[in-house]
């Protein structure tokens, strides 16, 4: 919301309501991913959303965009301990619409490392970051909460692709999120 917008206390409170609840339906990626949490995942999306992760890892739709979690290649990453670790998103609300740019680190154990001891702690062989990506989540406010309609996946890799997505973030229709 504008800053140099005159807006009553109620707005003010709902711009909150609003940023908290996107931060929840954001940071649920992560461990809905990790678990396989199919009937999560098809609440977080609208019916005919879109999701595409680059190259030919793409799907519309909620059942389809949730069936990916169900692919044995997933399950079996699961199993291995994959861990997606995502950083506090940005978000940019417009009424009911809203985009959030966020990063999203895929970690995965280290089966061939030294095992370290750390006190306290245990001893491990530590995780390695697989790779690091931009998101790009497009939302929409429904009778039953934000949902995602779009989600645009890229490994930040020096390309274009990746760094539109967080250059967006910065754009100054942006500037007053």
């Given at each position: 919301?504008?800053?140099?917008?005159?807006?009553?206390?109620?707005?003010?409170?709902?711009?909150?309501?609003?940023?908290?609840?996107?931060?929840?339906?954001?940071?649920?990626?992560?461990?809905?991913?990790?678990?396989?949490?199919?009937?999560?995942?098809?609440?977080?999306?609208?019916?005919?959303?879109?999701?595409?992760?680059?190259?030919?890892?793409?799907?519309?739709?909620?059942?389809?965009?949730?069936?990916?979690?169900?692919?044995p290649?997933?399950?079996?990453a699961?199993?291995?301990?994959?861990?997606?670790?995502?950083?506090?998103?940005?978000?940019?609300?417009?009424?009911?619409?809203?985009?959030?740019?966020?990063?999203?680190?895929?970690?995965?154990?280290?089966?061939?490392?030294?095992?370290?001891?750390?006190?306290g702690?245990?001893?491990?062989?530590?995780?390695?970051?697989?790779?690091?990506?931009?998101?790009?989540?497009e939302?929409?406010?429904?009778?039953?909460?934000?949902?995602i309609?779009?989600?645009?996946?890229?490994?930040?890799?020096?390309?274009?692709?990746?760094?539109?997505?967080?250059?967006?973030?910065?754009?100054?229709?942006?500037?007053?999120?």
């Amino acid at each position: 919301m504008p800053t140099d917008v005159a807006t009553t206390i109620e707005d003010r409170l709902r711009a909150i309501e609003d940023r908290l609840e996107i931060y929840n339906l954001i940071a649920s990626h992560p461990p809905s991913s990790d678990t396989g949490a199919q009937s999560h995942i098809q609440t977080m999306f609208v019916d005919d959303a879109k999701l595409d992760l680059g190259g030919d890892k793409s799907a519309t739709g909620k059942g389809p965009i949730s069936d990916i979690v169900k692919r044995p290649s997933h399950q079996e990453a699961i199993k291995a301990g994959l861990a997606h670790f995502a950083g506090l998103p940005h978000v940019t609300i417009d009424g009911d619409r809203a985009v959030v740019t966020s990063y999203l680190q895929i970690l995965a154990p280290h089966p061939t490392a030294d095992v370290i001891e750390v006190p306290g702690h245990g001893a491990s062989r530590g995780y390695r970051i697989h790779r690091v990506g931009a998101n790009r989540w497009e939302l929409l406010r429904t009778p039953q909460g934000w949902k995602i309609e779009r989600r645009v996946y890229r490994t930040l890799d020096g390309s274009d692709p990746a760094l539109d997505i967080l250059r967006q973030a910065l754009a100054p229709s942006h500037a007053n999120a």
